[in-house]
């Protein structure tokens, strides 16, 4: 349980940090697609213009809360399956194939 909670800890703070950094240039990227003739430079002008340096926190709750779930998942289940694997491999690292008869040797 301890390590599925760090886990999940480890994907929280890697989404929110992920989110935080990266939502002021998602939102000077909707600004661009959503205007005509607008050059990136033009779209940062503007959302300082109307928004101030607060431009970098707009939707970024509702980015937040939800990056930070599909973090905490993709972290728990990326170590679950990796676990799985590395599991079910170690059990074939112990035999050999002979590759001309078919046959398998365990040790």
Known sequence: MGLLLRNACIGL??????????????????????SNDMTYGDCLQKAVEENGVFFWFRGLGTKMIMGSL??????????????????????????????????????
């Open 13 to 34: 703070i890697c989404g929110l940090s992920a989110d935080f950094f990266s939502n002021g240039m998602r939102v000077i990227k909707t600004l661009k697609q959503t």
């Open 70 to 107: 599909s973090s905490i998942m993709f972290a728990v289940l990326w170590k679950y399956f990796e676990e799985k694997i590395t599991k079910s491999s170690s059990i074939l690292s112990n035999t050999d194939v002979n590759l001309k008869t078919g046959r398998i040797f365990f040790h």
